[in-house]
């Protein structure tokens, strides 16, 4: 049980009855008051469920869906067409990578109420397959998502566990989300204990009153659970991630390492990541979990690791051993991520100024030669990463050019950064002595 709740209240009925004319009075009041202790209840449990939303939302747990909020037209179309695909067998959309689905019957709908109000309620229902009186079923509003009274939920928090503040970075990030649509069972709260006490005070003649309230709660990484954001919203994984060694366990027969990526910072991005089994790993004899547990036989070669978020694999830079220590990292790249930068470049016989480094986009080529042709040299080959020079695209590591008098040479790189295309260009000019 991490939820655990007690609401008191005094009532002192003698000096209740010398403040009303007749018993009537006194009890209806004696009635308010306790049933005031069940509207706080109530309001507790709605900053419950807009804390786990909050949370998931905010680190990467729900699956993002990126749309135009500027046109009504296309979020519909959105909220359909997703609402829709969650009714099919999928592993996409759940923390854990689950092959499951979500009938429109289990789905539910969390709003913000103003992004709400912009829409009618027909349209809405329409959106999302629903009839308007089984839609309105299925909404739940939130006053909206960039505020949490972490006053009230701070007193909540001293008499229970595992359960954080909530941050003003992850408050920042929900500026950008509209709706949340989740599978019935993604919220996971238990009641435990629902009771209501009473103890008569004679020294006082008064009564203490006492509402307790214990649940265990959380949401489940296996139900299907996806947040509408604003297209403006930064949704795209990083070309990197590091990763950390958390434990560690050794035998003379083998070792067990855990590999944990450091993505505990507040972010819409996908973080529900899966270790992947390479076929060099099986040929070792290394297994590999998904969670990030690998157990590696005694004597083995270093190795490289792979994990995947949704459809994109990361690597690992370097091989990690038996012999790594707890605490150690290891940056993992995206296996699609392609720099859009030159290692190296030099000309023959031409001196660059300044002397050439990634980050230097322009430069100046001074040479005595009166004429002819120069040759530009890059270890940067079209194996990895498409060079052009002057338009043309380098096949080898090298290109040979015409320089007159105040010739450009234009260098343009190709990679690939976050999922999309990139382009650098380098640009220099030569000058003859």
Known sequence: MNWRVQYPITIQNEDLRMAFTSIGGVEDLIARIVDAIYTAAEYDEYLLFKYLIIKAVSHGKMFPVAFDTSDMKNAAKKFRGFSNQLTFMS???????????????????????????????????????????TFMGKLKLIDDFTTFDNDRFDVIRANSDMIESVTDAELALMADVKAVLVDSEWFQVYDNANQFTEQYVASGMYWNYFYNVWKTVSYS????????????????????????????????????????????????????????????????????????????????????YSFKIGNVIYTSNSTIADSSNVGATVTFTRTDYIADTLSALSITNVTLTPSFTSGTLTY??????????????????????????????????????????????????????????????????????
């Open 221 to 304: 990484p296996f139900s299907n659970a996806i947040c509408f954001v604003a297209n403006t919203a930064d949704t795209t994984l990083p070309n990197t991630i590091t990763v950390k060694i958390t434990d560690k366990s050794a035998t003379a027969e083998s070792t067990i390492l855990t590999l944990e990526p450091q993505i505990g910072s507040a972010t819409l991005e996908d973080r529900n990541y899966l270790f992947i089994q390479s076929g060099d790993n099986v040929t070792a004899g290394v297994a590999v979990h998904k969670y990030g547990a690998v157990i590696i036989p005694a004597n083995t070669d270093a190795q490289y």
């Open 91 to 133: 592993n996409k959309y759940n923390a854990d990578g689950v092959t499951t689905t979500t009938p429109k019957a289990d789905q539910y709908i969390f709003m913000d109420a103003q992004y709400n109000a912009a829409y009618d309620v027909d349209v809405l229902a329409s959106a999302f397959n629903m009839d308007k009186a």
């Open 364 to 433: 100046t080529g001074a040479t005595s030669s009166a004429s002819g042709t120069l040759t530009a040299t890059t270890t940067d080959t079209s194996a990895t990463k498409t060079v052009k020079m002057n338009g043309t695209a380098v096949t080898g590591t090298s290109l040979s050019f015409a320089s007159g008098a105040g010739n450009v040479l234009t260098i343009d790189v190709e990679g690939n950064s976050e999922g999309s295309p990139t382009t650098k260009q380098y640009k220099v000019t030569i000058t003859r002595s």
